[in-house]
């Protein structure tokens, strides 16, 4: 994967991520719909545990049903629950049977989610402990990598299998400097990041996507690459839900992708694929939690899947076996620039490139609960040859909103990407 600025190509760009599912809750259950959203989006990775029989038979329902859709099958990052020797809920032990059954399409296995989360009460114990260990969470990733490390050794299905740290909500300096190094154990770190409230990736108050990317990895798996197993943005539309309207979210999601991959993040998961409530109020009666989806409770698609087929549509490609031409384009006149720096290259098997051009100005007022459009920023792209081009706001559709040829162009930036198809003069 790139780093900030840098080139990626099309199919490893979309091969990058994932979404979260709930498959014990609600529609969750139609596992049709999961694979049909699946389709539309463009993700054959998927998240969730599985803890109980019938959620091994939903995932083994999910990956049949996906066939049709994605040729190299379903891709399943498996969540490992925190929850060991309480009576409430099932062991590492009963994992271990449960998990092999579905051996043929994991691609991971993750550690407990959000290890250094109070609030989330999953993650909090050690392999072997049944009481709060939550401020013991950095010995505890080292407890737990360990322990998944030694479940593959022992397990023949599981041999091929990535392990993924215990996952990290987002925190502040010191609550990253005080992980130890568990690059021994996984093949990658582990992280999730929520800048909440409307706000951009750039704008989260404790440190940015980038800082906090970088914290983790400087601490925790300096020698590994990190995944991003839960990102997103509720559309909860009460004061104090932290949420925003369904175009925000869009904006959010759109840039939040390009800064994860620009990062060189190695896996990407949207929380969440639906939202997770029965009580059918679009403002958010349910509550922050349970409005993170792309589609809503009825399998609607929200603006931000709407988005993602966009981008799965534009980056339509079926290798990535091929020598990319990079052109020497360069960006001008970005103001807010993202998380992750503002532009990205995506190289094409038939030799064409997207420029993809972004800037994370204010877009939501949390305090008024409504959107904010911020001043129209003038960028140029200079393509470092004579181009014909394509401009596509992917929030729009895949229509082309500006077309030509010559050596540069200017686009408006207003809070999400642009992206800029360019071809060779006389291909």
Known sequence: ?????????????????????????????????????????????????????????????????????????????????????????????????????????????????????????????????KHDRTKEFASNSVAWAEALYQWRQAEPLLSRVKLLAPSIASGM??????????????????????????????????????????????????????????????????????????????????????????????????????????????????????????FDYKWRVKPAAQALANVKNLLADKTANFMAVIPDYNVKGVKDAGAAGSSLSISMSGGSTFIVVWNEPRIWDSKANKPETPPVNKVTVNFGGNYAYKVHDPLIGLDAIAAGQGSSVEVNLSGSPIMIQIVPAGK
């Not at 993700?43 to 545990?49: D, E, L, M």
């Not at 449960?98 to 989610?113: C, K, T």
């Open 1 to 129: 994967m790139p780093q900030i600025g840098g080139n990626v190509k099309a199919l490893d760009f979309m091969n990058t991520f994932g979404v979260n599912v709930h498959f014990n809750e609600n529609n969750y259950r139609n596992t049709s719909a999961i694979a049909d959203a699946l389709n539309i989006i463009g993700f054959s990775r998927i998240r969730s545990r599985c803890v109980r029989a019938e959620e091994a038979a939903a995932w083994k329902d999910v990956a049949a049903k996906s066939k049709c859709y994605f040729p190299n099958g379903l891709n399943a990052d498996v969540l490992i629950t925190g929850y060991l020797n309480d009576t409430s809920d099932v062991s590492l032990a009963s994992q271990k049977k449960l998990v092999p059954q579905i051996a043929d399409f994991i691609e991971m296995i993750e550690g407990p989610n959000e290890i250094n989360n109070y609030s989330v009460g999953e993650g909090t114990h050690g392999p072997s402990d």
């Open 173 to 294: 300096p010191e609550d990253y400097s005080s992980l130890p190094d568990i690059s021994q154990y996984v093949d990658a770190g582990n992280l999730h990041f929520y800048a909440g409230n409307g706000r951009q990736p750039s704008k989260f108050e404790g440190g940015n996507f980038e800082a906090i990317y970088r914290w983790y990895k400087a601490a925790a798996t300096p020698a590994k690459p990190v995944a991003l197993t839960e990102w997103g943005q509720t559309t909860a539309g009460k004061k104090a839900q932290d949420g925003c309207n369904e175009a925000t979210q869009a904006k959010y999601i759109l840039n939040q992708m390009f800064d994860a991959v620009a990062m060189g993040v190695y896996r990407a998961y949207i929380y969440q694929l639906m939202d997770d409530t029965s009580d059918g109020d679009p403002t958010g009666k349910g509550g922050s939690e349970e409005h993170f989806g792309i």
